[in-house]
């Protein structure tokens, strides 16, 4: 009959502290847990669907490595010990905590729990965007979502610094070692104008009218940009801007716009929400075009991420 552990020196040392690590597994606990319920070692291995002897071995063989006695077993139905009321309660908040941890993770995996940053050209948000992040969030609620505005070389920088998981860009990306994106849409461009500039009069604006006119455009650097595009195409016709101020994003851009300061050229979609102080109009003939694209990392592995992309997919098919 074994009534507690055998005597002989104590040792809280570091030898000893690294054979009970490397002795006591998270079955050593589940064992010790469905004991200490059933108080019984039979119903207890039917419980763990293992016989009953080596489960007895198991227990005993933890108490030894412990230097404890969990388990008084001189009477019927078993007692725990004071040390193994303890170690039951720690055993449960252990084995709790591990279920926890492996759920988590199941859920990161299947995409379902973690965040996703988005950093998007504002213009995107006139149009696709918002479709796409409610249907995201319908699917997979408990993803936290984070949304930054920026222009297309910020976008580039951004993935590769990994500060963003995905991007809305306008243009699309040259970097085609490091991401992977996807054509969305080829807009037609139009001009914003106050609506006390000459030009406001017109239903459309000829290509030449835009000649030597004062401009608000983005920034040029970091490249890609969208001002590029535009005096690119601009400059096949023989239209020439003169770049008067610089915006850092839309809505900048369009106080600009209302105030007098210049003209600047808007994706068509944006033209379809009215703007105080801002008429747009169609270019004519329409030779000035802004691609979308949506871009990501090559190596990313994030399954938030390839959830997200699969809804942009099944938008962008259903709009095709």
């Known amino acids: 009959m074994r009534t507690g552990v055998p005597a002989g020196p104590?040792?809280?040392?570091?030898?000893?502290?690294?054979?009970?690590?490397?002795?006591?597994?998270?079955?050593?606990?589940r064992?010790?847990?469905?004991?200490?319920?059933?108080?019984s070692f039979t119903r207890a291995a039917d419980r763990l669907c293992i016989a009953?002897?080596?489960?007895?071995?198991?227990?005993?063989?933890?108490?030894?490595?412990?230097?404890?006695?969990l388990i008084e077993r001189t009477e019927r139905p078993l007692r725990l010990t004071d040390a193994g009321k303890h170690f039951l309660r720690r055993s449960t908040e252990i084995l709790s905590s591990v279920q926890s941890a492996v759920d988590e993770v199941r859920r990161v995996g299947r995409g379902m729990t973690g965040t996703l940053s988005i950093g998007f050209a504002g213009s995107a948000?006139?149009?696709?965007l918002p479709d796409i992040v409610n249907a995201y969030r319908d699917l997979y609620p408990e993803i936290a979502l984070t949304f930054d505005e920026m222009l297309a070389g910020q976008i580039e920088e951004a993935l590769e610094a990994r500060r963003i998981d995905v991007g809305f860009s306008r243009p699309g990306i040259d970097a085609p070692d490091k991401v992977q994106q996807r054509l969305l849409l080829e807009e037609p461009l139009v001009v914003a104008v106050s609506e006390r500039h000459p030009l406001s009069a017109r239903s459309s604006v000829p290509v030449q009218a835009l000649n030597e006119q004062d401009a608000i455009l983005y920034p040029r650097y970091p490249k890609p940009s969208l001002t590029d595009?535009?005096?690119?195409?601009?400059?096949?016709?023989?239209?020439?801007?003169?770049?008067?101020?610089?915006?850092?994003?839309?809505q900048t851009a369009m106080g600009l716009v209302a105030a007098g300061v210049g003209i600047?050229?808007?994706?068509?979609?944006?033209?379809?929400?009215?703007?105080?102080?801002?008429?747009?109009?169609?270019?004519d003939p329409q030779i000035?075009?802004?691609?979308?694209?949506?871009?990501?990392?090559?190596?990313?592995?994030?399954?938030?991420?390839?959830?997200?992309?699969?809804?942009?997919?099944?938008?962008?098919?259903?709009?095709?």
């Open 264 to 283: 600047t050229f808007v994706p068509a979609s944006v033209a379809q929400h009215r703007r105080s102080g801002v008429r747009f109009l169609p270019v």
């Open 125 to 128: 948000m006139y149009n696709f």
């Open 229 to 250: 595009l535009v005096l690119e195409q601009l400059e096949r016709a023989a239209v020439r801007l003169n770049l008067v101020q610089e915006a850092g994003n839309l």
């Open 288 to 320: 000035l075009f802004s691609p979308m694209t949506v871009v990501w990392l090559k190596d990313s592995t994030s399954a938030a991420l390839r959830n997200f992309l699969a809804i942009v997919e099944n938008h962008s098919a259903s709009i095709a």
């Open 10 to 29: 104590q040792s809280d040392g570091n030898n000893n502290a690294t054979t009970t690590e490397a002795r006591l597994e998270l079955r050593h606990l």
């Open 31 to 39: 064992y010790f847990r469905a004991v200490a319920e059933e108080l």
């Open 52 to 69: 009953q002897p080596p489960l007895s071995q198991q227990i005993r063989q933890l108490e030894d490595d412990l230097g404890v006695q």
